[in-house]
C-alpha cells in the first residue's frame, strides 16, 4: 500500500486531519447522511458560511473552515446521482476527487480524508465508486506534493473490503 494513501473504518466527523471532504449536495445548505453529520458536528456557523457561497456544480469543490470539527476545513463537493451510468457519472465523479484534491494542494493541505462521494443516496454502485476514488487519488498524489496524506473513510465492512482489495494492488 502507498504510504500516502491510508483506508479507516469510521466517523469521518471525528477525524483531526486538516481537511475532510463532505458529499454535499448543490444548495450546499446541507442535507442528510455524511453531509447532514458533518453539518451536525461543526455547528450552526458552518452554514452561515456555506450561504456565502453560492451552491457549487456538480463535479466542483468549494472549501470552508472547519469550525466545530477537530478538522480544520471541510472541502465540500458535489457527487453526481447514479441515472445508470449514461449521463456522464464516472467523470463527474472523478471531477469531485481532482477538483478537492486540487483545493487540497492550493490550501496546502497535508491531510485529507475522503467518505465514499456519490454512495450513498446519490445510489452510485460502490465498487465502480472506489475504483475512481482509488485511481484519481493514486494519479494525484504522483504529480503532487500536497495533500502529503489521503484517508479514504467507509462507513461498512463491505466499502471497507473493496479499499482494501484495490489498495493492495
Ligand atoms: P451521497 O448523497 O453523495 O450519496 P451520502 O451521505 O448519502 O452521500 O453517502 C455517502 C457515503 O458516506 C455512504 O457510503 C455512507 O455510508 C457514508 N457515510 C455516511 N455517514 C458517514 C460518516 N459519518 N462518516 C463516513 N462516512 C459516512
Redesign the pocket.
Known sequence: MNKRIELIK????TLAVDAIVN?A?NSLLG????????HAAAGTELIDECRNLNGCATGKAKITKGYRLKAKHIIHTV?PVWYGGYKDEPEMLASCYQSSLEIARDNKIKTLAF??????????P?DLAALIAVNETRRFLQKNKYPEKVTF????DL?YETYRKLLEQ
Open positions: 469510521g466517523d469521518i466527523t458529499a449536495n442535507g442528510g447522511g455524511v453531509d447532514g453529520a458533518i457527487g467518505p465514499g462521494i456519490s454512495t450513498g443516496v446519490y445510489g452510485f460502490q473513510v467507509t462507513f461498512s466499502h
